[in-house]
């Protein structure tokens, strides 16, 4: 049984986070980053895939860039003398 979206995440049990967890990678399409071992028929263990590990620094090189360009293309005004 899925806890209600209303219940603050800190208050859910274990079982019911790693349950809400599920249910993200299933409508967010994450299930090409992420498997897990499961007890009962229910998940228990959750791993980041390989290929996941290996697409981050590409990933994380690529947010920088993006925020380099977009501080070089702010207004002389907002940009602070070093």
């Known amino acids: 049984m ?5 219940k603050p995440i800190a208050a859910l049990t274990p079982i019911e986070r790693r349950d809400l967890f599920q249910k993200d990678i299933d409508e967010k ?3 090409q980053f992420f498997s897990c071992s499961t007890t009962n028929g229910r998940p228990w263990i959750y791993y980041i895939k390989d290929e996941a590990i290996d697409a981050l620094p590409t990933m994380v090189e690529n947010m920088l860039d993006s925020l380099g360009r977009f501080t070089k293309s702010l207004p002389v005004e907002l940009i602070s003398d070093p």
């Open 29 to 31: 399409g994450w299930g």
């Open 2 to 6: 899925m806890p209600p979206r209303s």
